[in-house]
């Protein structure tokens, strides 16, 4: 699904995003592998954080004994910001 032009809205739901005509699409979830390639980590290393609750993460089945990951990549991106900041 094509962003472009679409800027993230805080305001909306997980993954929506708003331009300024009103238009309301969504952003997809990605898996880990792509998520942490975006953030420059080993998947590995990003799962252990989603785990740890220190990355922005959603267990796709919150019950299940071993979780499987999917990340939002607007909500890595503002971890990133946020995180450079305190620095």
Known sequence: ????????????????????????????FVGPEVAAEFVKLSTRRLKEMARAGTAPAHPVDPNAQRKE???????LAEWMRRNSRQK
């Open 1 to 28: 699904m094509k962003t472009r032009g679409l800027q993230s809205n805080l305001n909306t739901p997980y993954g929506a995003f708003a331009s300024g005509d009103g238009y309301y699409g969504f952003e997809p």
């Open 69 to 75: 990951w999917r990340f939002l990549l607007s909500e």
